[in-house]
């Protein structure tokens, strides 16, 4: 209950969300779970798969001074370049071992 009397989740506060995306599941919940926990804003942050016969994630963000809503686009636009930067990591190794096997 907050002061007002009402349970926490019947407030409206953009601080404290919950966000369901179609179609995913644990990949996409853990890592996005681990980089937005490493955001200091960042109160709570974790994700439940209701149901192993329903394809969604449901992911809750609750943040001290921002809303939760930036810290999920931050979280997404981090991932999206961690993400990036494993398959260029990835594909320059790949290049280079296919380049030592043809010297060989």
Do not use: W
Not at 14 to 35: P, Q, S, V
Not at 64 to 81: C, F, P, T, W
Not at 85 to 102: C, D, P, R, S, W
Request: aromatic share 6%.
């Amino acid at each position: 209950m907050d002061e007002t009397g009402k349970a926490r989740e019947d407030v409206q506060d953009d601080r404290m969300k919950t966000f369901i995306f179609k179609g995913e599941g644990h990949t996409l919940g853990n890592a996005l779970r681990t980089i937005i926990l490493k955001n200091s804003d960042v109160i709570f942050c974790g994700y439940t798969i209701p149901h192993p016969s329903e394809n969604k994630l449901h992911l809750r963000i609750e943040t001290k001074n921002i809303h939760a809503v930036d810290a999920l686009r931050e979280g997404l636009e981090q991932l999206q370049n961690l993400s990036d930067h494993i398959l260029k990591t990835f594909e320059g190794a790949v290049n280079e071992y296919k380049q030592n096997q043809m010297e060989v």
